[in-house]
Structures are given as C-alpha cells and as structure tokens.
C-alpha cells in the first residue's frame, strides 16, 4: 500500500464531530450502494461519542450495515469502561437500531481463551467498509500497546486472526482495565476507508514524530492511502 493520507483540520472539536458524522454516513451509503451492505467498527472514547450520537439520526439502509468494535476491554457489558456499552448508548438508537451489532467481550475472565471464539464471530471485520481509530498520547491506537502480552500479535502482518488478545502494561493511558480484544494489523490494512481522529496540538505532534515502530506508525503504514485523519486544537 503506499503511505499517502488525507489530512484535514478543524476549528472546533463540534466541527469535527459533525464532519466526521458526514464523513462516515456518506462512506457506510456507498459501501451499501456498491455491495449490498457495510461493515463499521468503531472505537471508543470522549470523542466519538457525539459523532455517534449523530450518525444514530443518518438517514440510510441501516438494517444492511454490521456495526463491531476495532477493540474492547475484557470487562462485562454494563461496565462504566466498555466500548460496547458506550456503542449501545450512543449508536444503536434511533434509525440505527436496525443496524447489527456484534460485541467483542464474550463469556470468561480471559480474552487470550476466546480469541478463536471471537475470530469466528468477527470475520466481517476482515473486509471493513469504515474505520473509526483513536489516538493515544503515548502513540498507540486500537488496544495495540506496545510491550504488552499479545501485542505482537496484534500488529504482525501475518497474522491469520481478525482478532488479538491483549494484556497491556498498566500506565496512566491504560487504566486498570488490562486485559483487551483488539482488531489485527491485517484487518486495518484491508479496511477501505478508516478515519483516525486527533484533538489537542500534543497528540498531533505525537503523530507527525512517532517513531517508525510506534502503534500510530504501524497503523499508518497498514492503512496506507485508505487513511483520512481529521484534527482539532
């Protein structure tokens, strides 16, 4: 793939949100008119939240689109930290609530002896229509942290899993919330549209000089000319 992104700024983080909901609609519409269906994984986070709270009113076939996570903390699904959960208060309602929704976490304490089980259920996520990625200050993005239990893994270009387990190294980005399920390096690098978001000048700076082997770059690189970044202060 070659390594040319879109980039685009923004006054204010409503009008990125509001972008971003356009953004996304309009890529989901097209995926449905060109294939009959879409696929969307989503991420978690304060950011998106709005831009879901929107798209939830988008006028399109939402009964043909299969909406997933690019990741999710090993914890159940009325935790305060889940993705799901925040997807289900946000996304899932109004029109959208026709969409299908696939949740990562499944029964079990350990992510690393479900990941076959969630390979199988996430096997739409091999060919995602849209992507929505975050950003982290220390330069990860989905649950890819660097020097954590199954990290490489998560980020082989070889790998013939959809899914990967996780076991972060607790810091300040992390939380106590370990223990994740995230989407493969191969699943970013055949998404066909993915759209990373990035507020504050800091996280900027961290993704214009994140070195070749950070998270962010190896995104970056899987992602290739599919990658739109959409930036506020």
Not at 2 to 8: E, L, P
Not at 68 to 88: I, K
Not at 172 to 185: D, H, I, K, S, W
Not at 186 to 214: H, M, Q, W
């Amino acid at each position: 793939m070659t390594q040319g992104h879109v980039f685009k700024s923004f006054d204010s983080k409503a009008d990125l949100q509001s972008a971003a909901a356009d953004w996304i609609a309009a890529a989901l519409r097209d995926a449905i008119a060109r294939r009959g269906g879409a696929v969307f994984m989503c991420s978690g986070g304060s950011t998106p939240g709005p831009i879901y709270e929107t798209l939830s009113n988008a006028e399109l076939a939402w009964d043909q689109v299969q909406v997933g996570l690019c990741d999710e903390r090993w914890v159940e699904a009325n935790h305060p930290a889940s993705n799901g959960a925040m997807l289900e208060r946000t996304l899932l309602q109004n029109r959208a609530s026709e969409a299908s929704y696939t949740p990562m976490k499944v029964a079990g304490n350990d992510p690393f002896r479900a990941v076959e089980q969630v390979d199988e259920l996430y096997m739409d996520a091999s060919l995602t229509d849209v992507m929505l990625l975050g950003m982290g200050p220390d330069a990860h993005t989905l649950s890819w942290f660097k020097g954590g239990r199954g990290y490489d893994e998560a980020i082989s270009s070889d790998s013939t899993s959809v899914v990967a387990a996780v076991e972060a190294i607790e810091s300040e980005v992390t939380g106590p919330n370990l223990l994740r399920m995230t989407l493969t390096q191969p699943c970013v690098a055949y998404a066909r549209n993915i759209l990373l978001l990035i507020t504050g000048a800091e996280k900027k700076a961290v993704f214009e000089s994140a070195p070749a082997d950070a998270p962010v770059s190896i995104m970056k690189r899987a992602a290739g000319d599919s990658l739109t970044v959409f930036y506020c202060e």
